[in-house]
T-cell receptor
Framework: NAGVTQTPKFQVLKTGQSMTLQCAQD?????MYWYRQDPGMGLRLIYY???????DKGEVPNGYNVSRLNKREFSLRLESAAPSQTSVYFC???????????????????FGAGSRLTVL | GIQVEQSPPDLILQEGANSTLRCNFS?????LQWFHQNPWGQLINLFY???GTKQNGRLSATTVATERYSLLYISSSQTTDSGVYFC?????????????FGTGTRLQVTL
């Protein structure tokens, strides 16, 4: 059981280049998320997908686009990379994101291993 | 949005010591999770605890939602407990629980 798999693990880009971070989960989860982590800070939500076919902005969406390709896969695209996008990116999933039965744990996040992106 | 404050920001313990990490949040929440980020960067969920108390081995957590805080207890600490501990909270809005993370408590356990 692989859980949440992200690729690539490391990437160096030049300013203005584009790239896509891939994320796949094999837990049949409905909700998927992209976070970024910067030094000395917690994680900040970029985009999320509450269920297949839907996506929505998080706290820091500028400069990014996402695609929920199917239930398993959620990709993050940088169309024109900027040095401010240098960060570690984490994909996560949860069984649900809207579970009102708060004793069930269906909202628990499982994270991928992270992708370290450097923009020069 | 909800503000999350964690304390202390840094903590150094000798192996075998106990510790308490605190998470304060600014508004009502119905989703609170504790995570451990190990020195290699992997984030692991420790507890899903919107209210009440849970225990898992040497770790336990308590959330008092009405007073807007949660505590993570680590007993008999081991070097493998080193890393950063994050608290994350959310208020269900009808579509998804968008967790807001604190800035973490960095724990170093020494021999």
């Amino acid at each position: 059981n692989a859980g949440v798999t992200q690729t690539p693990k490391f990437q160096v880009l030049k300013t203005g280049q584009s790239m896509t971070l891939q994320c796949a989960q094999d837990m049949n989860h409905n909700s998927m998320y992209w976070y970024r982590q910067d030094p000395g800070m917690g994680l900040r939500l970029i985009y999320y997908s509450a269920s297949e076919g839907t996506t929505d902005k998080g706290e820091v969406p500028n400069g990014y686009n996402v695609s929920r390709l199917n239930k398993r896969e959620f990709s993050l695209r940088l169309e024109s990379a900027a040095p401010s996008q240098t960060s570690v990116y984490f994909c996560a999933s949860s069984e649900r994101g809207d579970n009102r039965d708060f004793s069930s744990g269906a909202n628990v996040l499982t994270f991928g291993a992270g992708s370290r992106l450097t923009v020069l | 949005g909800i503000q999350v404050e964690q304390s202390p920001p840094d903590l150094i313990l000798q192996e075998g010591a106990n510790s308490t990490l605190r998470c304060n949040f600014s508004d009502s929440v119905n989703n609170l999770q504790w995570f451990h980020q190990n020195p290699w960067g992997q984030l692991i969920n420790l507890f899903y605890i919107p209210s009440g108390t849970k225990q898992n081995g040497r770790l336990s957590a308590t959330t008092v939602a009405t007073e807007r805080y949660s505590l993570l207890y680590i007993s008999s600490s081991q070097t493998t407990d080193s890393g950063v501990y994050f608290c994350a909270v959310a208020l269900y809005t009808g579509t998804a629980s968008k967790l807001t993370f604190g800035t973490g408590t960095r724990l170093q356990v020494t021999l």
